[in-house]
């Protein structure tokens, strides 16, 4: 009984992730259809209606391909589910491992292998599709495929030991395996972040010393302004992958870094790049990277702790279609860490609008600091030209911003500097 009406609730919860996402999608369309003939009137000056209407474009293109992937996403997770598939891979790689770790990390990478093939023809129109369509893909086929080679490795290299540790503590930690497990977790989380700047991101693109010595000394005043210690201030290459543009900062303690895009730094003015890199000072300064940073880790304590409760309920298996015994007695910890895995995102979807409103909050926050520490219109300008460069609509529903963005809408954003500047 049990498992019937948790396969209810789930299919449920699907239909109403669907609903939902259909209906904020088909309120973006219409309203950025809608307001597509016209530049807003506070960016009339400064954005030509054939950029707006790109962005328009853009941001519908966007929005369809978002309902397709939607759509196979979904057909992917009752196939995996309900429908047997997880339970005849686990059938067939058990068939040729026997029991034991072996079974169980073959499990996670065979789901892994499927998944990550079953994606690839839609990253690749999206690059070479949607991306090159409005002139924002700058990538060859072979990057492309080199790219993914190279996060294929990453990920089995450091991904297999991780989850040999989890399972291992899962299997032999007793009852509170799970905080043992988050532990592990979060001290990975961590360890990345310190790792990623010097020996990850390095092997997908190019980071050299910012040579314009008028620009380093600008920003060096700016980063001793703030107090911020910096292991050097670096250009990355991400023209020859993207015509987006952005700045940001990695790490954390010693291994602290400045980054910005070549294409960024072509676009702006020195003055506009100051602006952009003390809004991203001010997440640094206002602690938003450790607020997320300490919300991510109990977050992911409580969904630990709900599927050390799941992982013994049997209505959890069967009620997602699978049968976790292969042998009397024996659990499956890998079905039960890939079945969390799977539904956990149907279950939380409704509560995104919290984490987009926090995240807005925190963008105010950082361009209030960078208003205070530079002139906010110089910020201005520069929002204006990577709004109009990335295409980002200018005009998009506001429930579905609320719903998803995590920045605040260009016009809202913008009044709000003009406001401080004033």
Do not use: C
């Not at 693109?205 to 050097?232: C, H, Q, W």
């Not at 609509?393 to 920045?407: E, I, K, N, R, V």
Request: hydrophobic share 55%; net charge positive.
């Amino acid at each position: 009984m049990y498992s019937l009406a948790f396969s209810i609730l789930f299919v449920s919860f699907i239909i109403l992730t669907l609903l939902v996402r259909f209906w904020l999608a088909a309120r973006q369309l219409r309203h950025v259809l809608a307001h597509r003939h016209a530049v807003p009137a506070e960016f009339a000056e400064k954005i030509p209606l054939a950029a707006h209407q790109k962005a328009a474009d853009y941001t519908v293109a966007r929005t369809k391909y978002g309902l397709l992937t939607l759509m196979v996403n979904t057909l992917v997770l009752l196939g995996f589910t309900l429908l047997g598939g997880l339970q005849w891979l686990s059938l067939q790689i058990f068939q040729l491992t026997g029991p034991g770790m072996v079974y169980q990390l073959a499990l996670l990478a065979a789901f892994a292998l499927i998944s990550g093939l079953i994606d690839l023809p839609f990253d690749y129109y999206k690059q070479f599709g949607l991306e090159q369509r409005f002139g924002f893909n700058k990538m060859g086929k072979g990057l492309f495929f080199k790219d993914m080679a190279i996060s294929t490795a990453i990920g089995a290299a450091l991904g297999l030991p991780l989850a040999w540790v989890i399972l291992t503590l899962m299997a032999q930690a007793g009852d509170l395996w799970w905080v043992y497990a988050w532990l592990v977790w979060t001290g990975f989380q961590l360890l990345m972040m310190a790792l990623a700047p010097n020996l990850i991101l390095p092997l997908f693109n190019k980071f050299t010393p910012l040579a314009d010595e008028a620009l380093k000394s600008r920003i060096e005043a700016l980063i001793k302004r703030v107090g911020f210690a910096s292991r050097g201030l670096f250009v990355m290459d991400g023209s020859k992958r993207s015509a987006h543009g952005n700045a940001y900062f990695s790490g954390f303690g010693a291994t602290k870094r400045i980054v910005f895009f070549d294409t960024l730094l072509a676009r702006l003015q020195p003055q506009e790049i100051e602006a952009v890199l003390a809004h991203e000072l001010g997440h640094f300064k206002l602690k938003h990277i450790v607020k997320r940073m300490a919300m991510l880790f109990v977050l992911s304590l409580g969904f630990m702790a709900v599927l050390g409760y799941l992982k013994q309920q049997p209505w959890f298996y069967d009620g997602l279609g699978v049968n976790p015994l292969l042998l009397p007695g024996q659990a499956n910890d890998a079905m039960a860490l890939l079945l969390f895995l799977l539904v956990l995102p149907v279950f939380t979807f409704l509560f995104a609008p919290l984490a987009s409103l926090g995240s807005r909050k925190h963008e105010f926050e950082a361009d209030a600091f960078a208003a205070r520490h530079t002139d906010a219109r110089d910020l201005v300008s520069a929002l204006v030209k990577m709004y109009e460069d990335n295409a980002s609509t200018l005009t998009p529903d506001p429930l579905h911003s609320a719903f998803y963005d995590s920045h605040p809408p260009a016009s809202v954003r913008i009044r709000q500097l003009k406001l401080a500047a004033a």
